[in-house]
Every structure is written in C-alpha cells, then in structure tokens.
C-alpha cells in the first residue's frame, strides 16, 4: 500500500476518479436495494449517483487535458487511511438506517480526502477542481444525513410497518408465546410436586433460558431472510430468543418468594398478564379481534398449566 503523502498529482486524479465511479456504483446498488420498499429515498441515491457520475467526468476531463488519456488504476485499497468497506451485495436486505449512515461515512471521507488533496496540489486548475468538489461532497453528506429523517410517503410507511412486523413482531411473539406458554408445565409441576420455591426457581431458570437458545436456533436457521425479506437471520434468532427466555422467566422470578403458595399464586397473575401481553399483540400486529386472541392463548396457557399440575400431583 501507498502512503497518501507519497501519491503524485496524476495519482491523486486517477485515485479520484477511482473513487467517484466506486461511490457511483455503490449509490446504484443502494437504491436497487431499497427500490421495494423507499422509492422515494431510492430516487435520492440515484441523483447521488448522478453527481458522482457528473464528478468523475470533471476529473477526468481536467486529467486528459494534464496526463492525457491513460489513467492507471489506482483505488481505495491500495492507499493507507482508506476505512474499510462491506460489499453492498453481502448486505441483504438493506434498511434504509443503514444506506443511510453508510452514504454519509462515504461522503464525509471522500470531502477529507479532496481537502487534503487540495492542500498539496500545486496546480491552480486542479486544486481549484479539488475545492469544488470538496463543498459539493460536503453537501452530499448533508443530503444522505437527512435521507432516514425524511418524511415517508404513506406507501413506504405502509412498507416500512410490513418490514417491522416481518422482521421484529413476528420471531418475538413466536418466542414470547413459546416462553410463556411451553415452560408453564415444567414450572408448575416442579412446584406441586417439590413445594419448594427455590427448587422451582431452577427449574423455570433452566427452561427459559434453554426454550430462549432452542427458539434463537430454530428461528436463525429457518431461512436466510434473503427471499422472504424477514432480515438478517441472526438478528431474528436474537429477537426470538431473548422474546422466549424473557417469557419463560417472567413467571419464574416470584419464585424468589419463599413461600410456595404466596410464590404460586404471584406466578399465576404473571402469567395472566403475559397472556394477556400476548394477545394484544395479535391484535395490534396480526389484525387478530382481540377476543379471538384472548380466547386462544388463554385456552392453550390453561390446557398447558393444568398439564403441569396434573404431572406435578401424581
């Protein structure tokens, strides 16, 4: 690698040019990625894409009139002080948070990158070319820092809220409805057949926490979000696991309580208000009539708690 200081002015203008048709194609890729769901962010990138494109022939004009027309291959990689870039492509399927900090890290190193270009160049065409393109990337990165704050249109919000359900409610009310309702029967039938709290306790610990790692798994590994548009995997498994350890040891901490009954009879308003929880976010997110939800998931949390105290009595 190449120190910036050690790049010549023809080095420096063939890195720039580099750099432009990089940030060009980078743009395009952004907004081919939110296309389904912010077209009208989409459209901000592809005019970004645009002044890029305005930019590299600029510099490419000025360096055929200074070195003529070969310009050697030099980029990003290839110099010291350059930060690093994840392929667009690896990134599937793109918020618009992310494009968003992404463009506005571009913009603010390629304005350091022309400032300092500017200061060493000794040529009065390109330093002057240098300055401008610095002011213009400056306000290139203005533009990306308000892309995430614009106001949607009613179609991308409706996307957004898709995305947001698909990707968060879902795998947490998954998790949530399998850690309050499957760790009801080991919990309950360790309390009525030890009558001890901190017997309990363990147990409801131990099937929590190993429902939440079950749950994360599964949910990861269901599919890589890439078709379905449910997100990054992992982030998913994340969501639903912790949803499904939070559920099952919500009932489990009044077992801190020493006493059996008093714990017992904590654990039971617990779990009514998980279930309750629950169903309001069917109602909220699924469209489910919230007396339908309530029905369901209080018909399989009883059918569940009394299978645990059947098992605990015999």
């Not at 080095?11 to 743009?27: F, G, P, Q, T």
Request: glycine fraction near 8%; include cysteine.
């Amino acid at each position: 690698m190449r120190t910036f200081d050690s790049l010549t002015e023809q080095e420096i203008l063939a890195l720039a040019i580099s750099l432009e048709e990089e940030d060009a194609r980078i743009y395009q890729d952004f907004a081919a990625g939110i296309e389904s769901n912010y077209p009208l962010q989409a459209e901000k990138f592809r005019d970004m894409r645009q002044d890029e494109d305005r930019h590299r022939h600029r510099l490419l004009e000025l360096y055929k009139a200074r070195f003529g027309d070969h310009v050697p291959l030099i980029r990003r990689q290839d110099v010291r002080g350059f930060v690093d870039r994840k392929p667009v492509w690896l990134v599937r399927p793109l918020g618009l948070k992310t494009v968003q900090k992404t463009a506005e890290s571009m913009e603010v190193e390629t304005c350091r990158f022309y400032e300092a270009a500017a200061r060493r160049s000794t040529d009065a065409g390109i330093r002057q070319l240098l300055g401008d393109l610095t002011e213009e990337e400056r306000s290139h990165a203005h533009t990306a820092e308000k892309i995430a704050s614009a106001k949607l249109s009613e179609d991308e919000k409706s996307r957004a809220n898709r995305l947001f359900v698909l990707q968060v409610v879902q795998p947490g009310l998954a998790g949530l409805m399998d850690g309050s309702v499957s760790t009801l029967a080991p919990l309950f039938a360790a309390a009525f057949a030890t009558h001890s709290s901190s017997e309990t306790f363990l147990v409801g610990i131990a099937a929590g926490v190993g429902a939440g790692i079950s749950m994360g798994f599964a949910e990861a590994l269901s599919d890589d979000g890439s078709l379905t548009g449910r997100g990054h995997p992992w982030a998913r498994g994340f969501v639903c696991g912790g949803m499904t350890a939070l559920g099952g040891l919500g009932h489990t901490l009044p077992y801190l309580i020493p006493n059996i009954k008093t714990a017992t009879s904590v654990a039971v308003a617990v779990v009514l208000v998980e279930l309750s929880v629950i169903s309001w976010i069917r109602h909220k997110f699924m469209d489910t009539p919230l007396v339908s939800a309530l029905l369901q998931v209080l018909l399989g949390g009883a059918l569940v708690f009394l299978a645990g105290i059947l098992i605990g009595k015999s």
